[in-house]
């Protein structure tokens, strides 16, 4: 698969991304207190998911990981909510991010490419971990944050917006490939 032919799948589905780019991997900052910030378990994930650390490997072996890919193509999805304490309508928009994370992934089955997402994996409604293997390890997804990647920098870097206005919340997704 070239990459121009991850590139053609990905921008057919450019009607579903609020924004979106596409970069090398060279560009990307990983750094420990990023991945460190997971311990506070602000998402509530923290230890109980094979997608989240301490499940993961360290920052610094995902960065030496996913910057084997030669590129990435990152989207956002943008969601308006009644204010800043609106938490269901949150959590509402991070699940329409995820179906439209979910469509991506379907549209790039089979084919060599990583995923990563908003928030820990949610594909299982109670995750195996750390009793049994992942079920659904294709399916499995990685926050940027717990990799290591610093979103807001990240959009910055692309030149995405990270903030889209007063009563909005964005969520980020990357699709690393060569």
Aim: charged fraction near 25%; hydrophobic fraction near 35%.
């Amino acid at each position: 698969m070239k990459t121009n032919d991850v590139l053609e799948i990905l921008e057919g589905l450019k009607d579903e991304f609020f924004q979106y780019a596409v970069a090398d991997t060279g560009v990307l900052k990983f750094q420990q207190a990023v991945a460190d910030a997971c311990k506070a378990n602000y998402c509530g994930m923290y230890g109980k998911t094979w997608t989240c650390p301490p499940a993961i490997d360290d920052y610094s072996v995902m960065e030496k990981k996913l910057k084997k890919y030669g590129r990435f193509f990152v989207f956002t999805t943008k969601h308006d909510i009644e204010d800043s304490f609106d938490f269901e309508g949150m959590t509402k928009g991070k699940d329409k991010h995820g179906e439209v994370q979910q469509r991506v992934m379907d549209s790039l089955k089979g084919l060599p490419v990583r995923v990563l997402g908003a928030g820990g994996c949610t594909y299982c409604p109670k995750c195996t971990y750390p009793l049994s293997p992942c079920r659904f390890p294709e399916k499995a997804v990685s926050s940027i944050e717990a990799c290591g990647i610093n979103v807001v920098e990240l959009a910055r870097d692309v030149d995405i917006n990270y903030v889209n206005g007063p009563d909005t919340v964005t969520y980020f997704s990357i699709v690393f490939f060569d």
